[in-house]
């Protein structure tokens, strides 16, 4: 177990076959699901980086490159089981089902916001869908999740927290915090790192893995770690089982390094090009993860060309559609919830001060 | 009914909390086998065990995330940060996720923690044993701050806490854990034998959050305290013989502001006295909130009587600590002016 930090656990080949030991013989209906939750956070994330450019809200962050690893640990994971997600792991969401137009509303900030127009765009919440409260800052939630797994083995229950932690923010002592508690505790827990390669401009060495990797992180706080291939479903898949296997039996937390690529700006205010090469993504060895588990589909006699031109032209229209019910709603300024939501949630019960400047406010 | 100190009272808090409800969790640096540096947590792991009482690893921030994580499951857990003067590798857990962990989830998540931490000074403990940081707190929205005067207030504040849906900062003035402080550090320190609020009911009961308790009724001057500062004011308004009226604010967030009103605009004359130091410190929003609710009721100007704004140093301890000969001198020259 010593070596897995420095390997990188793949399954799927070159050419798409499913090889070696890590293997998870998922069902074709389970990759098929998992290859809709690919496409449909890449088609869902192309109409609002564009519905951006136009104007229709302040702010966007796609996932594009890193789809396999919220769609595959969503899809493995219980439905009880609670993700600390970052702002890349939207295909969890896609894969859970998550209602599209609910998405929309809340990205475009209108009257039927369900975070009630509080929260900068995509930083969801979604509790039934195992997805715990995003927020803009780094690694802040990382602790909450093992905070959240020793709730739950207090509780003598199964379920486990997951949480994402990018490459760069490994340099925060959150991170570091988050692994002591997790050994000390032996949380049921399975701490991810994404490791994108790019924290905005930063390259991942700057995050001080020049001569490491993230996985072996764990080594120093007694935990196993694993480095995995983040493009292939299947590989995810595998050391997630493996991860929350060894959780659900008691034997504490894993630590998991995704090696992925950010094939796209950080977000709408980025400009990638300003500091690598504008052809990078294609040169990236790993392959796109939905090309790669197509390939595999298409191998093993599960999915066709026809069929895949369908899903994608199916699931363009489901976004269109949730995107025109939006925007019948109203746009980023266009539609807002109520004044008085603005003061709303602060306390469980507001004091004075928030009735008194809610009557100021006019609201 | 008994009498207990301060320390005991909190414990007895604790005590019955754990045993009240399974959701309660009590950790924090030393706060489980050994029982807490100040006592506060003795013997509850012996009696409720290690999964309800525990120590954790030497790292603020790990400690509240780990609670906010918690209770945003569905547990009430109540940490220890050992010193408040150590809370600020936590500052930012507090302020970035437990204080808006509700608001920007729109409800579906929240952190119903109660941190605990023993804060101020008296006790020669130098820059990062004496700091009074409630001010920060209670500037950010969402966060709740309560400082216990008594024994009686400390039991019934912290039960209010834990079973409150919101975070609270629970500040516990070390210097009054043994006895009443008054401020005469060169006299003879007294115990809080024989104190009223000593009494202690054995079991649950609650003092609501945000309600003041005017411990001196008065005339003559109003004087706003909390925590240690409580007792050094009733020392300074006892030597001056003016009949001023001590309030006891309990909680700072939420803020009892009709008894400070009612108080104000009845004097016309206020006195507000804190540890900390004064600029930019409490006394500053309660002076701003008396002068917009009370301008015309008001006689003179306000007062403060606070910390210097240096660092808490440690020789000098008791020429920092606003104690009663700057409290009384600030009543005086309140009183002198029409």
């Given at each position: 177990m010593r070596d897995l930090p420095f390997d990188l656990i793949r399954v799927l080949d070159d050419e798409g076959q499913a090889v070696g030991p890590w293997d998870p013989r998922l069902s074709p209906d389970l990759m098929r699901r998992g290859l809709r939750a690919m496409l449909r956070t890449r088609v869902f994330d192309d109409r609002l980086f564009r519905a951006h450019r136009q104007g229709k809200t302040s702010f966007y962050m796609k996932s594009t490159g890193e789809e396999a690893i919220g769609a595959a640990q969503a899809?493995?994971?219980?439905?009880?089981?609670?993700?600390?997600?970052?702002?890349?792991?939207?295909?969890?969401?896609?894969?859970?089902?998550?209602?599209?137009?609910?998405?929309?509303?809340?990205?475009?900030?209108?009257?039927?916001?369900?975070?009630?127009g509080r929260q900068l765009p995509i930083l969801f919440s979604a509790r039934d869908y195992g997805f715990y409260s995003l927020s803009g800052n780094l690694g802040t939630r990382y602790g909450h999740a093992v905070g959240w797994a020793m709730a739950s083995a207090y509780r003598q229950s199964d379920s486990l927290a997951l949480a994402y932690c990018g490459e760069g923010s490994t340099a925060e002592g959150d991170f570091h915090e988050s692994l002591t508690f997790a050994a000390v505790y032996q949380a049921p827990v399975i701490l991810c790192v994404t490791n994108n390669q790019w924290a905005i401009s930063s390259f991942a060495g700057l995050a001080g893995t020049q001569d490491t990797t993230f996985a072996a992180r764990a080594i120093g706080y007694g935990l196993p770690g694993l480095r995995v291939d983040g493009n292939d479903f299947l590989a995810v898949a595998a050391a997630t089982q493996w991860a929350a296997e060894r959780a659900r039996a008691n034997k504490g937390a894993t630590l998991i390094e995704l090696f992925t690529y950010r094939a796209t700006g950080h977000s709408t205010s980025d400009d990638p090009t300003r500091y690598r090469p504008r052809d990078e993504a294609e040169h990236w060895p790993l392959g796109d993860p939905i090309e790669r588990l197509r390939q595999h589909l298409v191998r093993i006699g599960e999915w066709d060309a026809q069929r895949h031109d369908d899903l994608i032209a199916q699931l363009d229209a489901e976004v269109r559609a949730a995107v025109r019910e939006g925007e019948a709603i109203g746009t980023l300024g266009r539609s807002k919830p109520p004044l008085s939501e603005m003061f709303e949630g602060v306390f469980a019960e507001p004091d004075w001060r928030l009735i008194e400047q809610r009557r100021e406010a006019g609201a | 009914m008994r009498e207990l100190n301060m320390v005991k009272a909190i414990n007895d808090a604790l005590d019955v909390m754990l045993a009240r409800d399974p959701d309660v969790l009590v950790f924090g640096e030393d706060v489980g086998y050994f029982g807490g540096v100040f006592r506060a947590t003795e013997g509850l792991q012996a009696k409720h065990g290690i999964r309800r009482c525990f120590d954790t690893p030497i790292a603020e921030g790990g400690i509240i995330a780990t609670a906010i994580g918690m209770g945003a499951q569905g547990l009430r857990?109540?940490?220890?940060?050992?010193?408040?003067?150590?809370?600020?590798?936590?500052?930012?857990?507090?302020?970035?996720?437990?204080?808006?962990?509700?608001?920007r989830s729109g409800g579906e998540f929240w952190a119903p923690i109660t941190v605990r931490s023993?804060?101020?000074?008296?006790?020669?403990?130098?820059?990062?044993?004496?700091?009074?940081?409630?001010?920060?707190?209670?500037?950010?929205?969402?966060?709740?701050?309560v400082i216990p005067s008594t024994p009686y207030d400390a039991k019934g504040l912290l039960i209010a806490a834990i079973e409150c849906d919101d975070p609270v900062i629970y500040l516990e003035p070390k210097r009054l854990y043994n006895g009443p402080f008054d401020g005469h550090h060169d006299r003879e320190i007294g115990t809080w034998a024989g104190h009223p609020a000593a009494q202690v009911p054995e079991g649950h009961y609650t003092v609501p959050l945000g309600k003041a308790a005017v411990v001196r009724p008065g005339d003559a001057v109003t004087v706003l305290a909390y925590g240690t500062m409580v007792h050094v004011a009733l020392a300074a308004v006892d030597e001056t013989g003016i009949d001023a009226e001590v309030i006891d604010l309990r909680s700072i967030v939420p803020l009892d502001i009709e008894t400070i009103v009612a108080s104000a605009n009845k004097t016309g004359r206020c006195v507000i006295v804190h540890e900390a130091s004064r600029f930019g410190g409490f006394g500053g929003e309660l002076s701003s909130l008396i002068q917009e609710r009370c301008f015309y009721g008001l006689e003179t100007a306000i007062e403060r009587v606070a910390g210097w704004d240096t660092p808490y140093p440690h020789a000098f301890e008791w020429d920092y600590f606003p104690g009663p000969a700057r409290i009384a001198a600030a009543l005086r020259r309140v009183m002198e002016n029409t």
């Amino acid at each position: 177990m010593r070596d897995l930090p420095f390997d990188l656990i793949r399954v799927l080949d070159d050419e798409g076959q499913a090889v070696g030991p890590w293997d998870p013989r998922l069902s074709p209906d389970l990759m098929r699901r998992g290859l809709r939750a690919m496409l449909r956070t890449r088609v869902f994330d192309d109409r609002l980086f564009r519905a951006h450019r136009q104007g229709k809200t302040s702010f966007y962050m796609k996932s594009t490159g890193e789809e396999a690893i919220g769609a595959a640990q969503a899809l493995v994971l219980e439905r009880q089981d609670m993700c600390f997600p970052t702002y890349r792991a939207m295909s969890w969401l896609h894969a859970r089902d998550y209602p599209l137009i609910d998405m929309v509303n809340q990205i475009f900030s209108n009257a039927s916001d369900p975070l009630h127009g509080r929260q900068l765009p995509i930083l969801f919440s979604a509790r039934d869908y195992g997805f715990y409260s995003l927020s803009g800052n780094l690694g802040t939630r990382y602790g909450h999740a093992v905070g959240w797994a020793m709730a739950s083995a207090y509780r003598q229950s199964d379920s486990l927290a997951l949480a994402y932690c990018g490459e760069g923010s490994t340099a925060e002592g959150d991170f570091h915090e988050s692994l002591t508690f997790a050994a000390v505790y032996q949380a049921p827990v399975i701490l991810c790192v994404t490791n994108n390669q790019w924290a905005i401009s930063s390259f991942a060495g700057l995050a001080g893995t020049q001569d490491t990797t993230f996985a072996a992180r764990a080594i120093g706080y007694g935990l196993p770690g694993l480095r995995v291939d983040g493009n292939d479903f299947l590989a995810v898949a595998a050391a997630t089982q493996w991860a929350a296997e060894r959780a659900r039996a008691n034997k504490g937390a894993t630590l998991i390094e995704l090696f992925t690529y950010r094939a796209t700006g950080h977000s709408t205010s980025d400009d990638p090009t300003r500091y690598r090469p504008r052809d990078e993504a294609e040169h990236w060895p790993l392959g796109d993860p939905i090309e790669r588990l197509r390939q595999h589909l298409v191998r093993i006699g599960e999915w066709d060309a026809q069929r895949h031109d369908d899903l994608i032209a199916q699931l363009d229209a489901e976004v269109r559609a949730a995107v025109r019910e939006g925007e019948a709603i109203g746009t980023l300024g266009r539609s807002k919830p109520p004044l008085s939501e603005m003061f709303e949630g602060v306390f469980a019960e507001p004091d004075w001060r928030l009735i008194e400047q809610r009557r100021e406010a006019g609201a | 009914m008994r009498e207990l100190n301060m320390v005991k009272a909190i414990n007895d808090a604790l005590d019955v909390m754990l045993a009240r409800d399974p959701d309660v969790l009590v950790f924090g640096e030393d706060v489980g086998y050994f029982g807490g540096v100040f006592r506060a947590t003795e013997g509850l792991q012996a009696k409720h065990g290690i999964r309800r009482c525990f120590d954790t690893p030497i790292a603020e921030g790990g400690i509240i995330a780990t609670a906010i994580g918690m209770g945003a499951q569905g547990l009430r857990p109540v940490p220890e940060i050992q010193f408040a003067d150590y809370i600020l590798p936590a500052f930012d857990q507090l302020v970035s996720e437990a204080a808006r962990l509700r608001y920007r989830s729109g409800g579906e998540f929240w952190a119903p923690i109660t941190v605990r931490s023993p804060y101020g000074g008296g006790i020669f403990g130098g820059q990062t044993h004496s700091q009074s940081p409630e001010a920060i707190f209670a500037h950010i929205t969402g966060l709740k701050t309560v400082i216990p005067s008594t024994p009686y207030d400390a039991k019934g504040l912290l039960i209010a806490a834990i079973e409150c849906d919101d975070p609270v900062i629970y500040l516990e003035p070390k210097r009054l854990y043994n006895g009443p402080f008054d401020g005469h550090h060169d006299r003879e320190i007294g115990t809080w034998a024989g104190h009223p609020a000593a009494q202690v009911p054995e079991g649950h009961y609650t003092v609501p959050l945000g309600k003041a308790a005017v411990v001196r009724p008065g005339d003559a001057v109003t004087v706003l305290a909390y925590g240690t500062m409580v007792h050094v004011a009733l020392a300074a308004v006892d030597e001056t013989g003016i009949d001023a009226e001590v309030i006891d604010l309990r909680s700072i967030v939420p803020l009892d502001i009709e008894t400070i009103v009612a108080s104000a605009n009845k004097t016309g004359r206020c006195v507000i006295v804190h540890e900390a130091s004064r600029f930019g410190g409490f006394g500053g929003e309660l002076s701003s909130l008396i002068q917009e609710r009370c301008f015309y009721g008001l006689e003179t100007a306000i007062e403060r009587v606070a910390g210097w704004d240096t660092p808490y140093p440690h020789a000098f301890e008791w020429d920092y600590f606003p104690g009663p000969a700057r409290i009384a001198a600030a009543l005086r020259r309140v009183m002198e002016n029409t």
